[in-house]
Each structure stands twice: as structure tokens, then as C-alpha cells.
């Protein structure tokens, strides 16, 4: 269980117990204590982007922050996408076609998907294995994208979609558009129509909402002068509503194998108990109230945890340079002894390493983006704990 600081401070002096992490703080007593233990109840405030976690008692919040989730991952597959494809049409050592690794296992994520789910479980296990937790709530959200499309739909009309009876959606956008230019109108008398993307593939995918009939010649005049910024998406996208439909339970059923105490709750409960109390909107005060204590006292500090990737492979970048050169991605792992996402001291101020240079020259950040310095010298840094994949930074 928590004690205060000055405990804290003289068990260490004692050397009646020792230093487990830095952030959150966690010591560990090295002599047997009386094992009296408080009920300790975790909420978790699931999400794509942003989750809250907090873990009370009947009286005082003990742990508490937000935890911003990896959303680069489609990108970066797209980009890997994109170079095998390009491989595969450079002249390249043949490969003979293999057919037996198509089939998908049984509970198979898009790995988006599965790195959320994934993430999910790892904080419960990491606030679990520094508290002893008695009960975990979940909040979960299903949600109808026909119906938040469009409020009226009922009955038959969830089966007969807006792309029924056209063979693909490059033939019902065309069919929507009427065939007609969105941006000359028919005025530069161009018959070839291509389908555009108002966002990059990459991230807005191939969804009706993000494409639009353009000519040929006005397609080739949009991106060559560079005025894809021009237009916007037709209606908001529902990605991140259809992955929590999926991830909901994955991640209750991947953590009702490891602590059978789990229990599930759902937003309007959340949302009934949040307003009955007063309380702001945050997702750290929402995970309190889904603990079941809403009343409990907040800590002084609260934490805000970021999920960051752990290595990056890339060989080559994914522009090509002045004639047809494939500039090189390489770079070392350590610059005079600090590598990226390092949590340093720098003029007082804890920060984290977001780039270097060789010449030992770094980009400080705090993790919410706030720049710290752009170009801090490695002589005036103090490295304070060394780079994972889940950073974590005290407010």
C-alpha cells in the first residue's frame, strides 16, 4: 500500500526496502510487514486514442493519469506496403509464389487494432504488478455507424447500404458525383474520370466518404501544384467508433484470463455518474468514476503515460531524392550515450530525447508535444531512465 514520502524516505535510509521504478514511484520493503491491505478498485476508461486509468479506494485516489495510444501504425504499414510493391517491380531476384500463409488464425486484429488491445492489457498488468488491486472495472462502448450515419434507419434498410447494386465504390462515387468533374464541372471536356482521395490512402483508406470524381487532367493538375488541401472529407470518418466496436471485447475477455475479478460497464453509467457528482469531463476522472469511487480525494499529481514504437527497421525513406537516389533511414542507437525517447534532466526540467543529432545535439520534448529545447547540448543532460515503450511522465 502507498505511504507518504517521509516514510518513504527513511525506510530507503534505513535501507528497509528498496527502489523498484522511478515514475510512478515504487519502493519495495525487504522485511516481513503485518500484510494489512486496503480493497483497491481500478478503473479503465478504454479507447483508440486516449485512455484514463485510476485506482482508488473508498477514500483517496492512489493512481491516476491519461495514456495516449500509437496511432501511426497504419501509416507505417502502408509505407512497408509501398516498398515491397516497388520491389517487386524493380528487377530483383525471382520468388516462387507461396500460397500457404494467405489463411488468418482464428481471432485475427488489423495490427492498429491488435497494438490498442494489446496496449490495454500491458497498463493493467503494470498498475497490478505495484498495487494490489481487489477489482477491475472496464468501461466498454458498442457502436451502430449505419445509424449514426443516418438517425432514421431501420429494419431492412441496415442490409441495403449506400454502395447496393454498384459493382465497387469507384463506381458508386461516380454514380454519386453524376459523372460530372467536382472541381472544372465539365468545362475542360475531359471524359476520363478518376476516383481522388481527399486524405492520403495511407490514413483515410478507400471509404466512400474520402473519394471524389475529378477529370484526368484536373487529377494531374490537383497534385502537381500541390492543392489536395483544397477539398475535405465529406462526412466525419468512423474508424475510430468501429475499432472500439471490435476491441471491446478482446480486451475484456484478454483480461478475464488473467484476473477472473474483472467487470464490464458502459458509458451512459459513466456518464450519469460523472454529472450526479459534478465532476469535469476527463478521461482520468471518468476512469475514477467507472472505479466506483467518484468521491475519492485526488492526488496531488497525476500521470500521463504515451506508448511509443520500440524500433524502427527501415533501411531506406520513403521519398526519393534528385535522380531516382533512395536517401539511406540508418541511424545509430546511442549519440554520446543517450538514445531516443531517453528520459533526461536538462536545467532542472525532466524531458525525453524526441531526436539527435551526431554531433550531440538534442530535440527535448515533454510528452504532450511542449518543446523544451530544439537543440540542447548532450554536456547538459543527465540521463534519468533509460527508453521504453511505455514512457510516463509526472504532472
Known amino acids: 500500500m502507498p505511504c507518504s514520502p517521509r516514510k518513504a524516505r527513511k525506510l530507503l535510509q534505513q535501507q528497509r526496502a ?5 515514475t510512478p514511484f515504487t519502493i519495495q520493503l525487504l522485511y516481513g510487514s503485518s500484510g494489512y491491505k486496503q480493497p483497491i478498485s481500478l478503473g ?6 486516449q485512455m484514463g486509468v485510476s485506482a482508488t479506494t473508498e477514500t483517496n485516489v492512489l493512481l491516476e493519469g491519461e495514456v495516449q495510444l500509437r496511432t501511426d501504425i497504419q501509416e ?4 512497408r506496403l ?15 509464389s507461396r500460397f500457404l500463409n494467405r489463411k488468418r488464425n482464428v481471432g485475427w486484429l488489423a495490427p492498429s487494432v491488435q497494438n490498442k488491445v494489446d496496449a490495454h492489457i500491458k497498463l493493467v498488468k503494470m498498475i497490478h504488478k505495484i ?3 481487489t477489482s477491475i472495472t472496464v468501461e466498454v462502448a458498442q457502436f451502430d455507424t449505419q445509424l449514426l450515419k443516418n438517425p432514421s434507419i431501420e429494419g431492412e434498410a441496415y442490409q441495403q447500404g449506400d454502395q447496393m447494386g454498384f459493382w465497387n465504390a469507384r463506381e458508386y462515387v461516380f454514380y454519386r458525383d453524376r459523372h460530372t468533374c467536382q472541381w472544372c464541372k465539365g468545362k475542360k471536356k475531359d471524359l476520363i474520370l478518376n476516383a481522388h482521395h481527399i486524405e492520403s490512402r495511407k490514413t483515410g483508406g478507400d471509404s466512400p466518404d474520402n473519394l471524389m470524381t475529378l477529370c484526368e487532367t484536373c487529377h494531374d493538375e490537383l497534385h502537381a501544384k500541390g492543392l489536395e488541401h483544397l477539398f475535405k472529407r465529406k462526412s466525419q470518418s468512423f474508424r475510430d467508433a468501429s475499432q472500439m466496436t471490435v476491441m471491446r471485447w478482446f480486451i ?15 458509458g451512459y453509467l459513466t456518464k450519469h455518474t460523472r454529472i450526479s457528482n459534478r465532476l469535469v469531463k476527463e478521461h482520468a476522472v471518468d476512469a475514477r468514476c467507472i472505479s466506483g469511487n467518484p468521491l475519492a480525494k485526488p492526488t496531488a499529481s497525476t500521470y500521463l503515460w ?39 534532466t536538462y536545467e532542472g526540467k525532466e ?17 504532450n508535444g511542449t518543446k523544451i529545447h530544439a537543440s540542447a547540448s548532450y554536456k547538459k543532460l543527465r540521463l534519468t531512465e533509460c527508453a521504453t515503450t511505455l514512457l510516463c511522465e509526472r504532472r
Not at 18 to 22: A, D, E, G, S, T
Not at 76 to 79: D, F, G, I, K, Y
Not at 252 to 266: A, D, F, S, V
Open 18 to 22: 528498496k527502489v523498484v521504478q522511478r
Open 44 to 49: 479503465v476508461d478504454a479507447g483508440t486514442k
Open 76 to 79: 507505417l504499414l502502408a509505407t
Open 82 to 96: 509501398q516498398f515491397r510493391r516497388a520491389r517487386r517491380n524493380r528487377t530483383t531476384r525471382y520468388r516462387k
Open 131 to 133: 498495487l494490489p488491486l
Open 252 to 266: 475484456y475477455n484478454g483480461l478475464k484470463n488473467i484476473y477472473p475479478h474483472i467487470q464490464l460497464t458502459y
Open 306 to 344: 504515451k506508448f511509443v514504437r520500440k524500433n524502427n527497421r527501415q533501411l531506406h525513406k520513403a521519398t526519393i531524392a534528385k535522380f531516382g537516389k533512395r536517401k539511406s533511414n540508418k541511424a545509430v542507437r546511442f549519440v554520446k550515450g543517450f538514445q531516443l525517447f531517453d528520459k533526461v
Open 351 to 367: 524531458c525525453f530525447v524526441f531526436g539527435r543529432r551526431s554531433s550531440g545535439y538534442f530535440d527535448l520534448r515533454s510528452l
